[in-house]
């Protein structure tokens, strides 16, 4: 961006909530343009004080005397011929930190002249300007540049960069929650911590941060306010305090105000620790700038500003702020959840504990009452911490991690769950902290250590929770599934069908953590249920099979359509991961699913097709007649039609469960009904679209903490890019996806990112790579992939193998192995598939049979154009070395057609490289420029080969010739060139694609 701002002249504003990094942006953008000259200056906090101080402090930076103040001329002449002066020996970069402090008239000149910079002038400016208020009008009309909150991966990276990498991996997870995507904030927690904490060995502060380095970070930012915008500001920050998502944190500024009024009536017991003094500001009928309306209320733009709008409030002074909100809800007859739990924390910290305590926990376990997750989860916590009882307690802490995790937030819930440890609680409820915390950590950890907490969860309630059993089970399938345990699998499907009654759906309901107010909680656990239905009866469910790699089981509710719906998943046979609720009279839907799942791990795949077909058509039903589909049932159909090779019908079944998820409390479940979504428009060959539901889900998933589903997304990021995108954009997603994949130990995540990269070596014409990288997938032995997904990397494995002359290492074997699988019908295209496997391998004289059944086949199947390109391209490469020119040309020009319509950009420059070597003049393309045009196409290609580092013979693998072919070719390439050595043909290739 900076090298283009200077090579083009133009300005960009760049800004940001407080401590995101604008600073730091401006000066790596000016240390990232050696060759342009740099003028780095910074408005101060007296910057404004004078009309064009700001221009004067500009000049001087620029090396321009000022001459006579103020000067004559308009203040935007002086300071565009001060840049054209500045940038006489080169392009310039003129950088302005806090631009929004100068004064007025400075800004307006600095904004006009910015708005008329053009290539002419070799300047650029970068302008930061403070993201808690709306940007001057001066700059408006540049263009911006916003910096957003640092994603999970990179604040754990930046703190491993702060720390060496000498941090706990759960002081990591601590801190980067903590931090909420602010850089700054997260390296000032660092910087208190000492080594010990820092490597886990000390507890951390609790919370990891406080009021002082919140006000710290913000600094002058919340002054200037009168007591009735302070007010204000506190009620607001009171009231979002508990909200599920920053982007969505609202309150109505009608409420707000009302509770404002109430507050001023509270006469403060002291100042705030961190406050200054208040001068006056505009009346209060207008928001702080520091607040934004939106569609639906007003909130703040910065979630750091909120945070330490309230922290750096007195305590008392905050109770009275809920104690105000609680009165306005009341007013406004919204005396519900929310109300009651800021009454709560309205009051004073000697006041009653107990009987608040059971009042606020009966509200949140109402299922009548509406509310969202983390509105329920603080209130469990709420009242966890007022309890006496220590069973009761961690009963209370259980209930709210079980909500934080349906609302999104995976890290909350775990350490919601460490506050639950009680050495008296029943094996009922430790089974449930169990079953809770396998189920976050199979979203966001080790899958091994989530499998061994649901399978001790399981035990732990096999006799007083049969149900919630059932579901530890299922959510340790989940894990065995995407661990690439295929023993696994199987033993928590046999467990999941013997012994253990399949009636319930798992976790309970909203009020199922409430014991009665009055009593103790019984050790059978049936007095975790709130209504007193003990274990209910509903049925349970397997982690979610997309198409084919299922990974993580939630065991949780998550589908948002009552506040105790219980989420469940199904394994996958060939390319997903979800977990899906599973409702009362939902028990044959899961029967159907555990039958086939079983049938195909145990490879009698005819068995496995009926009960799984009978499940997506009996989902189809239930869609037609009642109108809507729950989003249990749409996840387990979505599973089943993938595993069937229906792409459509999962694309239908994840569009109902995506409407499913999209209703209030349910954003766990957004990243998994995307990841459906994406798997199916792969197998459709709808690649575009596939990419476009993975970037959703992707940050769906960094949104809601869940790191394995973002794994997942990253690898279908890289099969996506691995057609149409560049070679960095498959790295830069497969290094993504392996990263987590080979820390959490997600097997089948780095099986696809691995087949994405090794497609890309393909793609761009490196056989050998892409069979070195391939053969460990998809051969027997330790290093194989995924059971349930490397046969689809097989075409991409003896295509490689056969491009380069290693056809007889082991590639028959796998191949057989290939149309096993391909007879289930699992994949539509994998006959196809076999048949193209097939001529790669055959003797010379039955290749062209093999190629055209190939295609036909194709075109049987449909899915899209890029698979049947390929097998064209192969097809008219097999033509054009038997000189059968025209049928070539037919269809290696067909083939190219169909790579361009779906964007395959590498795989169209091979097919146009074919083409040439036949004698074909294809069009589009890069042109052959330079001293290469009076080269062969054929001597074009083998001259580009060795210019790549190939030797002779690599190159004659790769373009199916022999080396003496080669031999011959290269002569006459040195001759053509008149160059004596490798290293000048070298150098006259670059050369050559630097001026095309």
């Known amino acids: 961006m900076t090298g283009q701002t200077t090579a083009v002249g133009g300005a960009r504003v760049v800004t940001g909530e407080p401590g995101c990094g604008r600073t730091t942006f401006l000066n790596r953008a000016a240390r990232s343009l050696p060759a342009a000259s740099v003028v780095r200056t910074e408005a101060g906090p007296t910057a404004s004080a004078l009309p064009l101080d700001g221009l004067r402090a500009l000049l001087h930076a620029l090396g321009t005397p000022a001459g006579p103040w103020p000067p004559a001329r308009p203040a935007d002449a002086v300071l565009l011929d001060a840049l054209r002066a500045a940038s006489t020996s080169g392009p310039l970069l003129v950088c302005v930190d806090d631009a929004h402090l100068w004064d007025a008239p400075t800004r307006a000149a600095l904004g006009a002249v910015a708005g008329r910079l053009s290539g002419t002038d070799r300047v650029g400016v970068l302008l930061s300007v403070a993201g808690h208020r709306p940007v001057d009008r001066e700059f408006a009309a540049l263009p911006v540049t916003r910096l957003d909150p640092l994603s999970p991966a990179e604040a754990a990276a930046l703190l491993d960069e702060a720390t060496g990498g000498a941090v706990d991996r759960a002081v990591r997870d601590d801190l980067v929650d903590a931090a909420d995507g602010s850089p700054a904030l997260l390296l000032a927690m660092v910087r208190r911590l000492t080594p010990a904490q820092l490597r886990g060995h000390r507890a951390l502060p609790d919370p990891p941060t406080d009021a002082g380095i919140l006000t710290g970070l913000v600094g002058g930012l919340l002054t200037g306010l009168t007591p009735a915008q302070a007010d204000l500001l506190l009620t607001v920050a009171a009231a979002l305090r508990d909200a599920d998502d920053t982007e969505d944190a609202h309150i109505d500024p009608a409420l707000a105000r009302r509770a404002a009024e109430h507050l001023r009536a509270t006469p403060p017991a002291t100042e705030t620790a961190h406050s200054s003094p208040l001068p006056s500001a505009p009346p209060h009928d207008e928001l702080p700038e520091v607040l934004v309306r939106t569609d639906g209320g007003a909130g703040f733009r910065s979630s750091l500003l909120r945070r330490a709008v309230y922290a750096g409030a007195h305590p008392e002074r905050r109770r009275a702020a809920h104690r105000a909100l609680a009165r306005a809800l009341e007013e406004a007859g919204a005396d519900g959840l929310d109300a009651l739990l800021h009454r709560a924390r309205g009051r004073s910290a000697a006041g009653p504990g107990r009987g608040a305590a059971a009042e606020l926990a009966v509200a949140a376990g109402d299922p009548a009452c509406p509310a969202p997750p983390m509105l329920r989860s603080a209130a469990y916590a709420h009242a966890a911490g007022l309890a006496e009882d220590g069973a009761r307690r961690a009963a209370w802490y259980t209930a709210a991690a079980e909500q934080a995790l349906l609302g999104g937030r995976t890290h909350r819930a775990l350490r919601l769950l460490d506050r639950a440890r009680d050495g008296t609680a029943s094996p009922a409820l430790r089974g449930r902290i169990e079953l809770v915390r396998g189920t976050a950590v199979l979203y966001d950890g080790p899958v091994d250590e989530a499998r061994g907490s649901l399978l001790l969860a399981a035990r732990l309630l096999a006799a007083p929770a049969p149900g919630q059993a059932q579901t530890a089970l299922s959510a340790a399938m989940a894990a065995a599934w995407a661990a690439g345990d295929a023993p696994g699998c199987l033993h928590a499907l046999g467990a999941a069908g013997s ?84 409702r009362e009279g939902r028990g044959g839907a899961l029967h159907d699913y555990r039958t086939g799942v079983r049938a195909l791990l145990e490879g009698r795949f005819p068995e496995a097709a009926e009960p799984l077909r009978r499940l997506v058509a009996a989902s189809e039903g239930a869609q037609s007649a009642a109108g809507a589909d729950e989003a249990e049932q749409a996840l387990l159909a979505a599973a089943a039609a993938l595993l069937l090779g229906d792409p459509a019908a999962a694309r239908r079944a994840g569009a109902r469960a995506l409407a499913a998820a999209r209703m209030p409390g349910s954003p766990s479940a957004l990243a998994r009904a995307r990841e459906y979504l994406a798997y199916a428009a792969l197998r459709a060959g709808r690649h575009t679209l596939a990419r476009t539901h993975a970037e959703e889900g992707l940050r769906a998933a960094h949104r809601t903490g869940q790191r394995n589903t973002a794994a997942h997304h990253h690898a279908v990021l890289a099969l996506a890019a691995s057609i149409d995108g560049t070679p960095q954009e498959v790295a830069a997603h497969a290094a993504a996806a392996l990263a987590v994949a080979r820390r959490h130990g997600l097997v089948q995540a780095a099986t696809l990112a691995e087949w994405a990269a090794g497609r890309a070596d393909l793609g761009r014409g490196r056989p050998r790579e892409a069979a070195d990288r391939l053969g460990p997938l998809v051969r027997p032995g330790p290093r194989r992939g995924h059971f349930a997904v490397w046969m689809l990397a097989v075409p991409c494995f003896v295509e490689a193998a056969a491009s380069t002359g290693r056809a007889d290492e082991g590639v028959p074997e796998v191949v057989e192995e290939f149309a096993r699988w391909a007879g289930f019908g699992a994949d539509p295209q994998a006959p196809a598939h076999l048949m193209r496997c097939r001529a790669l391998l055959a003797p010379a004289d039955r290749p062209d049979a093999l190629y055209r059944r190939a295609l036909d086949l194709h075109d049987a199947a449909g899915g899209g154009d890029f698979e049947h390109a390929r097998t064209g391209l192969l097809h008219g490469k097999w033509l054009r070395r038997r000189r059968r020119l025209s049928e070539a040309r037919d269809r290696l020009g067909a083939a190219l057609v169909g790579f361009e319509r779906c964007g395959a950009l590498a795989w169209a420059e091979q097919t146009r490289a074919e083409l040439r070597a036949g004698g074909a003049a294809p069009g589009g393309g890069a042109s052959t420029v330079g001293g290469l045009s009076a080269l062969t196409p054929q001597q074009q290609r083998i001259a580009r080969c060795v210019a790549e580092g190939a030797t002779n013979r690599e190159v004659a693998l790769t373009l199916s010739v022999s080396t003496r072919t080669v031999d011959y070719h290269l002569r006459k390439v040195f001759a053509t060139l008149g160059v004596r050595s490798r290293v000048e043909l070298v150098r006259m290739v670059e050369k050559a694609g630097q001026e095309g």
């Open 499 to 582: 012994g253990i009654p399949d009636a319930g759906s798992g976790i309970p309901d909203a009020g199922s953590g409430i014991p009665d107010a009055g009593s103790g909680i019984p050790d059978d656990g049936s007095g975790l249920s709130g209504a007193g239905s003990g274990d209910p009866d509903d049925g349970t469910g397997l982690p979610g099979a997309g198409s084919g790699l299922p990974d993580a089981g939630t065991g949780l509710p998550d589908d948002g359509t009552r506040p105790g719906a219980r989420p469940f998943q199904g394994p996958p046979g060939v390319v997903s991961r979800a977990t899906a609720p599973v």
